[in-house]
């Protein structure tokens, strides 16, 4: 048997549905039914009926979905978009593509989630919205940042792009904002057999137009009412994703096992802060994400011993070259930046077994043992 652990097995979760999507995909190929169709439709119904929104848009990718609830609730060029520091890329990068411009804030230093206090402090009268993420599995702070909104007239898009079944105290992941935007990875929670992803939201008029942009503009062939985008979502991604969404819910709470095994491990390991659930909050865990100093070698270390540990992220977003020119320094944010320094995940799936996890755990605390 292999003594390595990787850090996360997307072959156990294909060969729990094969048996299911295999003959659908030799009907499609038969068929050559592959952009839209029933499936795709199925999914978005069954999607939305899961998030509770009154409409699911599948699109090819989580940051083309990013893109499109931005567009969607008419934020262009010039428009503020405030968003946290620590997070992937492309929950600015989305805003930049269009023109808008990505304000980041600091995170609170207990969950690494969005500042409610750093966003109020942020708006300004080019505010156009605000992009809460859910990050790591859990949701934002939502009760507290929706009344920030309301106050100033904001719109807020949600990224829940690693949160699919999570919910905190106002309510599910997803179905909070004014849009919300996700994607399909195949490492997410609930993910594809390649790219993919889907806006949801209870605003018809966002939806429809989604719907047209993700479609080069266009709701009747060759009718082109906007400048729009080709990002729509392959019926060969929809089918997977519905063998999966059947799965979730089981998928998650097994997660939810594997978390509660680390952190009773993790107790009596020195040198290492394991993460914690927001009160309120239901965390679906796509991310196991423990704190530890020297991280960098930590890892190098895991790594030598066959351990699949990463890092989520390595550099605040701020801090990337590609944001140099919006003129933020280091320091700015330093919670994000300290924590960008310490964050290690650990191997985190449904699959992921006891003894593996002991592994795993034994591993590190040789690692930080002598450097807490």
Do not use: C
């Not at 995170?107 to 109020?120: C, M, R």
């Not at 060759?222 to 392959?234: E, P, T």
């Amino acid at each position: 048997m292999s003594t390595t652990v990787p850090f996360l097995d997307l072959a156990a979760q294909q060969a729990e549905i094969a048996d299911e999507v295999l003959p659908v995909w030799q009907e499609q190929l038969g068929a050559a039914s592959f952009i839209g169709g029933p499936q795709v439709e199925a999914f978005e119904r069954e999607y939305a009926e899961y998030i509770g929104v009154d409409h699911v848009v599948g699109v090819s990718n989580g940051t083309d979905a990013l893109e499109l609830a931005y567009r969607a609730i008419g934020v262009g060029p010039g428009d503020e978009i405030i968003m946290p520091a620590n997070t992937f890329i492309a929950t600015a990068e989305a805003a930049s593509r269009i023109g808008a411009v990505p304000v980041f804030v600091d995170v609170d230093d207990e969950y690494l989630l969005i500042d409610p206090e750093a966003i109020e402090a942020a708006i300004t009268s080019r505010t156009r919205a605000i992009t809460p993420v859910h990050l790591f599995g859990q949701t934002a702070p939502m009760e507290l940042i929706m009344p920030i909104a309301a106050k100033h007239g904001l719109d807020v898009v949600e990224d829940a792009a690693q949160a699919q079944g999570a919910s905190g105290t106002a309510g599910r992941a997803g179905s909070l904002g004014r849009v919300a935007a996700t994607s399909f990875y195949p490492g997410k929670n609930l993910g594809a057999a390649g790219d993919a992803g889907a806006v949801m939201t209870d605003d018809a008029d966002a939806a429809a137009l989604v719907r047209k942009l993700a479609a080069h503009g266009s709701s009747v062939k060759y009718v082109h009412d906007h400048i729009g985008m080709n990002a729509r979502l392959d019926a060969v991604q929809a089918t997977v994703l519905r063998a999966k969404l059947r799965r979730l819910d089981g998928w998650n709470e097994a997660r939810r096992a594997v978390a509660a095994r680390y952190a009773d491990l993790l107790d009596a390991v020195p040198g290492v802060r394991a993460p914690n659930t927001r009160p309120g909050n239901e965390d679906v865990w796509h991310l196991y994400v423990v704190r530890v100093d020297e991280r960098d070698r930590v890892l190098s270390e895991l790594t030598a011993a066959g351990i699949g540990a990463g890092i989520h992220y390595p550099t605040a977003v701020h801090l990337t070259e590609a944001y140099e020119g919006l003129g933020y320094r280091r320091g700015q944010f330093p919670v994000a930046e300290a924590a960008a320094q310490r964050i290690l995940s650990l191997p985190m799936f449904p699959h992921l077994l006891s003894d593996q996890q002991e592994r795993v755990v034994r591993e590190l605390s040789t690692s930080t043992r002598g450097h807490d």
